[in-house]
């Protein structure tokens, strides 16, 4: 997957029911807390990390990916690009294997990071405007 063009890991990552958001926010005018809510109304399961925030929408929020109750199938990352480089680390020992980095949250050493440790990484791309194009045929709601 890692040497994958991005259209073939969105599809992918799309058909992936398991989501974390790690940045999720419980600000409603930030990305962290609109792609959490966002990706939830559509049907995803979805967890968020926030070691600063306990909940969001009645949601409990995890302190780390290595709390979760369960192994996400796709790490959403919005956090400013340093954190995010802990974050692919804390994903490849954890052998979480695809990272969604949302605008902004992306930088040249963490796309390399994952590529070099087998992690398909998507980047340049929010997953909020690429979901208005994800199939309404695998049951999902299209909403903004």
């Known amino acids: 997957m890692p ?5 073939t890991l969105i599809a992918d990552f799309v058909g992936r029911r ?3 958001v790690v ?30 925030a306990q909940q969001v929408d009645g949601q409990t929020i995890y302190p780390s990916l290595e709390s979760l109750p369960e192994r996400p199938e796709v790490i959403d990352v919005v956090v400013p690009p340093a954190a995010t480089e802990q974050v692919i680390q804390d994903c490849a020992r954890l052998g979480l294997r695809r990272v969604w980095l ?43």
């Open 102 to 144: 949302q605008p902004g949250a992306e930088s040249p050493a963490a796309v390399a990071y994952c590529r070099a440790h087998g992690i398909a990484v998507v980047y340049d791309a929010c997953a909020m405007v690429e979901k208005k194009r994800w199939p309404v045929s695998r049951g999902l709601t299209v909403r903004e």
């Open 23 to 52: 940045g999720v926010s419980q600000n409603p005018t930030k990305f962290g807390y609109r792609i959490f809510r966002n990706l939830r109304e559509a049907g995803y399961r979805v967890y968020g990390v926030n070691p600063n």
């Open 3 to 7: 040497g994958e063009d991005q259209a």
């Open 18 to 20: 398991i989501w974390a």
